[in-house]
């Protein structure tokens, strides 16, 4: 303690009662703050726990969100992400705020507590034994006193007595002598007592000096370092209470500045953007409307895709088609198609690539191996040419995936132009519209296995004979560029087939004009 000018020995001598009070109530003092600091830990930690719930549970809400919208994340979903990550590292500054606060705070006041404690009772002992010497000095001198006051009192009413009785002519001189050796006796014990009393009042006062100017000087002077000290710590821990709260403060104003970024990075029109080039199909309104026979409505391109997707099976799939289907994303729309395609091979390419890491994992190991036979029995380096004969055939097989679906994209960026032509192999709508009770494409329609009948042809050149023929199924406006527009029943040839799995099909009709339509559009 540093030197005070003021001392409790000093000035606070006679105040004993009230110096053991006040270093009692510091004490409960200190454990109160602790109290409230542990119970602010728990806040913290309590708050914590809360806040990683609710994240939680809204980071599973997201992912279920974000699975409806399409694959490019918008600026706005791409934020949220971002202040939900920000908000996750709040809440771990204040499950740290929480640990700080026990560790350099609560944990060390009760140490503090627990010493002050020990040290208080300490003083307490020697102060009650030293007020147990007093009170036996002072007993012993209180009986001294009395044994002289007595023996003073003894030798006086001996000394009164004998006066009287000299003048007294009834006394005799037995009697009278008798008194006299009373008078001498009790006026021996009463000098004798004298002087004990006189020793005791010295000891008794060199005691108490002893007492009061040096033992309880000394005491109350010790039980002023120890306060003190305590009042040292207990402001000490004040401010660290208050730093656990600053350490972590330069971290969350830079949780809430990021946020505030995740939150100005939001561009509302580049999310426009966005969600056309994810949700765009690629086809075009049909603005003209063709005659139709009664037997059969006209169908558009919209309404083949739409089918093909919501229509009930009632014929069974060919596992061929179902394959085929699944590969090329053919039921798809022109723009979702190429992206599903684009996915796949990127999603193919990460596969890839994680197998190659594996492959050159076993490669240096079987290395490894193979120059010190001590690291693994024949057992082990045979297990792992197994596995790299797995790896290598998977690698393999995923590479012919990558130059499969990279044809494809590259037969729908070769393909025909229209902007909305009806992607994919149509051989499953077809088969549900028009097969009958088996799998083969023989060309008949539903009606019992015969074409309906065409219109009168106006051509009077026959169709080529080294060419395919075919029959229109519905009328196709074909108003774009490269289209050719038919009319249901239309007898006509086939001059390019849909080898690429575009969808679209080259036809020329009875007047040579020629022109793509949808596949699903004529008879296969």
Known sequence: MAESSRSWGTELWDCEKQISSH??????FMTMTRDFIKDRAKVEK???????????????????????????????????????????????????????????????????????????????????????????????????????????KDATDAANKAQAASTDTSFSETKLRKLEEDVTNTKR????????????QDAVTRFREKHYGTDLKKTFDAMQVMEHDQIENHKKYLATYAEAFRSKATSLDACLEGIEKFASSVDAMQDGHLFIEGTKTGNTPEMRIYAASPAKKQVTVQQVNEKRVTKKKIFKTTHRKKDAIREDFGHLQPEQRR??????????????????????????????YTKNPAMGDAKSLAKLNSELQ???KSIKALEADIYKFGLYLEAIADGPSPAHRADG????YEEEQFDDDDDDDDGEDDTGGHAPASP???????????????????????????????????????????????????????????GYVPASYIQA
């Open 46 to 152: 309590q708050y914590a726990s809360e806040l990683k719930a609710i994240i939680e549970n809204n980071q599973k809400q997201f992912k279920n969100f974000l699975k409806a919208l399409p694959k490019e994340s918008s600026t706005l979903t791409t934020a949220w992400d971002g202040i939900l990550s920000e908000t996750r590292d709040i809440m771990k500054q204040h499950e740290g705020i929480g640990d700080d606060l026990v560790k350099t705070v609560t944990d060390p006041m009760k140490v503090v507590i627990k010493a002050k404690k020990s040290e208080k009772e300490t003083f307490n002992k020697k102060l009650a034994k030293l007020q147990k010497d007093l009170e036996k000095a002072e007993s012993l001198y209180e009986s001294k006193k009395k044994a002289f006051e007595k023996a003073h």
């Open 339 to 368: 992206r599903a395609i684009a996915n796949k091979v990127q999603e193919l390419t990460a596969k890839k690539d994680k197998e190659l890491k594996a492959k050159n994992g076993f490669v240096k190991t079987i290395e490894a």
């Open 456 to 514: 009168p042809s106006t051509h009077t050149e026959p169709l080529r004979e080294t060419l395919p023929t075919t029959k229109a199924l519905y009328s196709f406006a074909g108003s774009e560029e490269g289209e050719l527009p038919i009319t249901e029943g239309e007898d006509l040839v086939i001059t390019e087939a849909d080898t690429n799995g575009s969808g679209w099909v080259r036809v020329r009709n009875a007047q040579d004009a020629e």
């Open 189 to 200: 014990k009463a000098d004798e007592t004298k002087a004990e009393y006189d020793i005791q």
């Open 425 to 428: 192999d149509m051989d499953e």
């Open 23 to 28: 270093c009692d109530a510091n004490i409960a």
């Open 390 to 392: 797995l790896v290598e």
